[in-house]
């Protein structure tokens, strides 16, 4: 049990509180809501992409043993739960968009969009299943080390890193500010692999051991692309505004083409274009376009001794 507070620590108590709880410290980070309105969360965004996971790939995630008898019993109540979680995280994230004039900031009404938004994200998971198995089969196909596809879902961070980009980009595409952003971030935080929800990736989708992969905001992929650990699609330079800002949502990041290879470690920045076909060596700087079926490898140095046995 701790001993009482002597005046003197009563009073430096309350002075440290009145210093943190003053909204003008936060003016500058946090764009404070006073009618309690309420904040994301990031544990329940781990909830969310966990559900999603279970609906995605009935019995590979969650506690529940799915078989053919009882999938529909499963189905039911992860989207049950999933309903009752997503909405009331979308009306928050909502709060949080730019440009909204103070009628549309009442909760009925976000509670009301946020309600359709999740109808809307829960309807388009079937087709988001088709797509994540052309990731799933593209990933098990080029990977000889895979001994099947039930390996992928299990195992591989780059199936589980596209499966939360897969969720998060199509939050983004439905309206949803912030929280796309922490669906991401989870992934980020368990795979080691950064893809910005704002990036657009085409089907059969695959990310190699995937350690410090980096897709940037608009970055465009096309299908059937693999990439390795280390490849970054990133941005070279930002437009300022008057105020020495970055000019947001300027196209900046590469867009790559159909049967695309990128080998580890490789960077390219930049809004180049990756041409279909095209092979790209390990440990390259790319910042010029690169034509359809073109090969990229480093030169071999000079100066490399060799020794035999």
Same mark, same amino acid.
């Given at each position: 049990?701790?001993?009482?507070?002597?005046?003197?620590?009563?009073?430096?108590?309350?002075?440290?509180?009145?210093?943190?709880?003053?909204?003008?410290?936060?003016?500058?980070?946090?764009?404070?809501?006073?009618?309690?309105?309420?904040?994301?969360?990031?544990?329940?965004? @781990?909830?969310?992409?966990?559900?999603?996971?279970?609906?995605?790939?009935?019995?590979?995630?969650?506690?529940?043993?799915?078989?053919? @008898?009882?999938?529909?019993?499963?189905?039911?109540? &992860?989207?049950?739960?999933?309903?009752?979680?997503?909405?009331?995280?979308? &009306?928050?994230?909502?709060?949080?968009?730019?440009?909204?004039?103070?009628? @549309?900031? $009442?909760?009925?009404?976000?509670?009301?969009?946020?309600?359709?938004?999740?109808?809307?994200?829960?309807?388009?998971?079937?087709?988001?299943?088709?797509?994540?198995?052309?990731?799933?089969?593209?990933?098990?196909?080029?990977?000889?080390?895979?001994?099947?596809?039930?390996?992928?879902?299990?195992?591989?961070?780059?199936?589980?890193?596209?499966?939360?980009?897969?969720?998060?980009?199509?939050?983004?595409?439905?309206?949803?500010?912030?929280?796309?952003?922490?669906?991401?971030?989870?992934?980020?935080?368990?795979?080691?692999?950064?893809?910005?929800?704002?990036?657009?990736?085409?089907?059969?989708?695959?990310?190699?051991?995937?350690?410090?992969?980096?897709?940037?905001?608009?970055?465009?992929?096309?299908?059937?692309? =693999?990439?390795?650990?280390?490849?970054?699609?990133?941005?070279?330079?930002?437009?300022?505004?008057?105020?020495?800002?970055?000019? =947001?949502?300027?196209?900046?990041?590469?867009?790559?083409?159909?049967?695309?290879?990128?080998?580890?470690?490789?960077?390219?920045?930049?809004?180049?274009?990756?041409? $279909?076909?095209?092979?790209?060596?390990?440990?390259?700087?790319?910042?010029?376009?690169?034509?359809?079926?073109?090969?990229?490898?480093?030169?071999?140095?000079?100066?490399?001794?060799?020794?035999?046995?």
């Amino acid at each position: 049990m701790h001993d009482p507070l002597t005046a003197t620590e009563a009073s430096a108590t309350a002075a440290l509180v009145e210093r943190l709880a003053n909204p003008d410290s936060l003016t500058n980070m946090c764009h404070m809501r006073w009618r309690g309105e309420p904040l994301p969360s990031d544990v329940e965004a @781990s909830r969310i992409i966990n559900l999603c996971r279970r609906l995605l790939f009935p019995g590979f995630f969650g506690d529940g043993v799915v078989t053919r @008898s009882n999938i529909h019993y499963h189905v039911g109540l &992860a989207l049950e739960e999933l309903e009752s979680i997503l909405t009331p995280q979308v &009306a928050a994230a909502l709060c949080f968009a730019p440009g909204e004039d103070e009628a @549309s900031q $009442s909760m009925t009404s976000i509670l009301h969009r946020a309600s359709e938004i999740t109808q809307a994200f829960i309807e388009s998971l079937p087709e988001m299943r088709q797509l994540l198995s052309t990731d799933v089969v593209a990933t098990y196909r080029g990977d000889p080390a895979a001994i099947s596809t039930e390996e992928v879902i299990f195992c591989y961070p780059g199936l589980r890193a596209t499966c939360n980009h897969r969720v998060a980009h199509r939050l983004m595409e439905l309206g949803v500010p912030l929280l796309p952003r922490m669906i991401s971030e989870h992934a980020h935080r368990e795979t080691g692999i950064d893809i910005h929800p704002g990036a657009k990736i085409g089907a059969s989708f695959t990310i190699d051991h995937g350690t410090g992969v980096v897709v940037g905001a608009t970055a465009i992929i096309g299908t059937n692309v =693999k990439i390795y650990q280390g490849v970054t699609l990133g941005a070279r330079s930002f437009d300022l505004d008057e105020n020495n800002n970055p000019i =947001k949502g300027i196209p900046r990041h590469p867009i790559i083409g159909d049967n695309v290879v990128i080998y580890s470690n490789t960077t390219l920045l930049g809004r180049i274009t990756v041409g $279909s076909g095209a092979v790209i060596g390990g440990n390259l700087w790319i910042t010029e376009d690169v034509a359809p079926g073109e090969k990229l490898v480093q030169a071999r140095p000079t100066n490399i001794l060799r020794f035999k046995q």
